[in-house]
């Protein structure tokens, strides 16, 4: 059939099985947007702010396991994107951004709106694409999606210049159904000489530990994961990325581990001879200091990215592949091996771990007069029966509903762990819902990471997700005031907001229900109350204890025996 | 460690930038890099030289393998290679003892006279970047007017070859 590059474009998205294009229009792809409104297959959603248009795909590609879609224009359109780029890049999400561009007569000439999108991309993207020809235009959207989709997700930008999608210039297209691509073929399989090394030294193990990150749940191999563990006896932590993938409720997990985890995530981590990473990739925020790192352990690390191995700490098995793969690989040679897990050394381990889990590292005042976030965390697990997907902003918040929300599926917990972006939780959110319009979602955020996008309260409602946002409100930058608190002497300089909205207002304003919850007592009765509004965006706003800290930590320069812990009276 | 890294690359417009910016981005050190196409139009390929501790240059190879552009490549450091740089350097030849002490100069380091005035010589010279290195030091620096080089480029010796 013959079509414009336009409608290319959008054919393309209707070949390509996608549902939602988040977006924001604007002069350079009001071609686009025309062939968009001449069709009803792929709906598109109109953010109120680019960024947010990336957040919203960014949490619909996390809670679905398909790569999210955004559509901007040129010039300020792309440059309010890198953010939302950025933060699906540092976790590896999948996704299809396409930036408008001046007609390409103008690029280079300073045109209105002119931005280079794939140079100022290009360090935050897994790959770019400038489409010079409508010729190349599907093609390069096939690539596009192949390259975000596979191997190590993440997000890819493709620019396309006005007159690429001029609906004047028709040509003969069809949907691309496969792509070759000679410079680009992502391992899949693990090498079967690595895995039986691997098998020897998870079975000899005395102390063993198993590691595991978001690339569990990138791979979709939650349930490889759980039978490795369950066959081993072994016990599991996971990265703040990788909560999910593990039920929390299983007592072979220990918690999470790193700056915030738990105690005996932590020092199981210090003292254990094998660990067993899986899809995770020793960021500074799990490691602490490298030189103190797991300093008696022999590491196998599973990674589909050749470039994470020993990339911060040296691997003595490394196994590139898919995760899916290579769990289910290690479970079949698990099953025949003869050598079984040594039992006796295996009950110590546990004896140990044990003994520090009595800790309770995550305790807290229950008997305060004020609101504990940690206890809303809890409460909003009991009332949602931890069966809600959970989106964070950045912060105290995210770490309490990291902690406290015991999340016992994958794709439940969304939140931005490696770039650490504030703002994010509510647009996630709102892609989340639209990927899932029958499950419960909740934003767990602050007062400070709401204000960052909560313009998009407004594309809420034109949607009608019934988020229910849990705003953590201690008028202070929580997680900032900590560390000036730890590390600053108490100077809280610029954490503290002076002039807040009224939130609940605000929320009104927005056309949705706002709450303000002030006491203990009424925590639990004002969740029961929003999440029975099926239909509505309820914004709960907990006046919290100013005071809270995240505990345990884990400061910079310490290893992982030497947290900081909470004092009780 | 010094390492020379060949690189094919799909011919793209910001192929180089993908490469430079990997290098800026992580910190890496960059000596020197070369690139040019080759008999295919659709590849390009790239020599770049880097200094790093083993660590480092394997991350280098790794992320430099990462970008989806690039199609092959090979640390030709690892084996036994040829290296190859190219300089042009003008020299003041203005005494007719300067002019006979340059051309010997240039002969004893088997480099060309490619354009002759009558002040000055301009003399071609290829070898590995330390034969490039040693006739600069050989010559009086006040005699240099101009020197330009290529950046060294390199091929593995025997039958071992990078090609698609």
């Not at chain 1, 995550?362 to 409460?379: C, G, H, M």
């Not at chain 2, 501790?53 to 090979?74: A, G, R, Y």
Request: glycine share 8%; net charge negative; with cysteine.
């Amino acid at each position: 059939m013959k079509l414009s590059g336009s409608e290319i474009v959008v054919q393309f998205l209707k070949d390509e099985g996608v549902e939602f294009v988040f977006g924001y229009p604007g002069g350079a792809v009001l071609h686009m947007y025309d062939a968009i409104f001449q069709q009803e297959e792929v709906k598109h959603i109109l953010v109120r702010h680019e960024q947010g248009a990336t957040h919203a795909a960014d949490g619909y590609a996390r809670s679905t396991g398909k790569p999210g879609v955004v559509l901007v224009t040129s010039g300020p359109g792309a440059t309010n994107a890198v953010t939302g780029i950025a933060t699906a890049h540092l976790d590896s999400i999948p996704m299809v951004v396409i930036t408008g561009q001046v007609a390409s007569p103008f690029i280079g000439s300073d045109a209105f709106q002119e931005v280079d999108a794939v140079g100022i991309t290009r360090p935050c993207v897994k790959h770019n694409f400038l489409v010079k020809d409508v010729k190349d235009l599907a093609m390069t959207l096939k690539k596009a999606f192949y390259v975000a989709t596979s191997g190590r997700p993440g997000p890819v930008v493709v620019d396309i210049p006005k007159d690429v999608t001029d609906p004047n210039i028709k040509i003969d297209y069809e949907y691309p159904k496969e792509v070759q691509m000679r410079s680009y073929n992502p391992t899949v399989k693990g090498h079967p000489g690595q895995i039986s090394k691997a098998v020897d030294l998870i079975l000899s193990a005395k102390r063993p530990m198993i590691y595991s990150g978001g690339g569990v749940v990138l791979s979709n191999a939650s349930e490889e994961l759980v039978k490795f563990t369950r066959i081993l006896g072994y016990p599991i932590t996971q990265t703040l990325m990788g909560l999910g993938a593990y039920p929390a409720s299983d007592e072979q997990f220990v918690g999470m581990l790193g700056m915030h985890g738990t105690y005996e995530a932590n020092m199981a981590m210090h003292d254990c001879d094998v660990l067993i990473a899986i899809g995770a990739r020793f960021d500074d925020r799990v490691t602490g200091e490298l030189k103190k790192f797991c300093p008696h352990a022999r590491i196998i690390h599973l990674d589909i990215d050749p470039a994470s191995i020993s990339k911060n700490v040296k691997v003595d098995v490394p196994i590139v592949g898919d995760i899916k793969h290579v769990l289910s690989d290690l479970n079949k040679a698990l099953k025949v091996d003869k050598q079984k897990p040594d039992s006796k050394a295996l009950k110590a381990w546990w004896k140990q771990i044990d003994e520090w889990r009595s800790k309770d590292c995550y305790r807290y005042d229950r008997n305060s007069a004020l609101i504990k976030p940690q206890f809303v965390i809890e409460k909003l697990h009991e009332v949602t029966h931890g069966d809600a997907i959970v989106t964070s902003d950045v912060g105290q918040h995210q770490m309490f509903a990291a902690q406290f929300y015991s999340f016992e599926k994958p794709r439940r917990w969304i939140n931005s762990g490696g770039l650490g972006t504030m703002g994010f939780g509510l647009p996630a959110a709102i892609g989340a819902q639209l990927g899932n319009p029958d499950a419960t979602v909740a934003c767990v955020t602050g007062e400070a990471s709401i204000q960052m996008c909560i313009q998009e309260l407004s594309t809420a409602l034109q949607y009608m997700t019934p988020i229910k946002v849990v705003n953590l409100n201690n008028r202070y930058m929580g997680m900032v005031r900590q560390w000036q608190e730890f590390f600053y002497e108490s100077r809280y300089s610029h954490s503290y907001v002076d002039a807040l909205p009224d939130l609940v207002k605000l929320a009104e304003a927005y056309g949705h229900v706002g709450m303000c919850i002030d006491k203990p007592e009424d925590v639990e009765g004002a969740l029961k109350e929003a999440f029975a509004m099926k239909d509505r965006l309820v914004f709960m706003d907990f006046i919290t204890d100013q005071k809270e800290n995240v505990y345990p930590m884990i400061a910079a320069g310490k290893g992982h025996n030497e947290m900081h812990e909470r004092e009780l009276a | 460690m010094r390492h020379i890294i060949s690189l094919l690359m799909e011919n793209e417009s910001g192929a180089l930038s993908r490469v430079a910016g990997l290098f800026s981005a992580r910190g890496y050190n960059i000596e020197s890099l070369t690139v040019a196409p080759t008999e295919d139009s659709s590849l390009s390929r790239m020599t770049l030289v880097t200094i790093g501790s083993e660590n480092v240059v394997e991350q280098i190879i790794k992320q430099l393998n990462k970008l989806i552009d690039v199609v092959k490549l090979d640390d030709i450091t690892n084996g036994s290679h040829i290296e190859r740089e190219l300089m042009l350097i003008k020299v003041r030849a203005m005494t007719s003892n300067q002019r006979d002490e340059m051309k010997r100069m240039a002969d004893v380091f088997r480099g060309r006279i490619l354009d002759v005035t009558e002040e000055t010589y301009t003399i071609e010279l290829t070898g590995t970047g330390d034969k490039l290195d040693a006739f600069i030091s050989a010559i009086e620096s006040a005699d240099i007017i101009e020197t330009v080089r290529s950046g060294a480029t390199g091929i593995a010796r025997g039958s071992k070859s990078l090609h698609v």
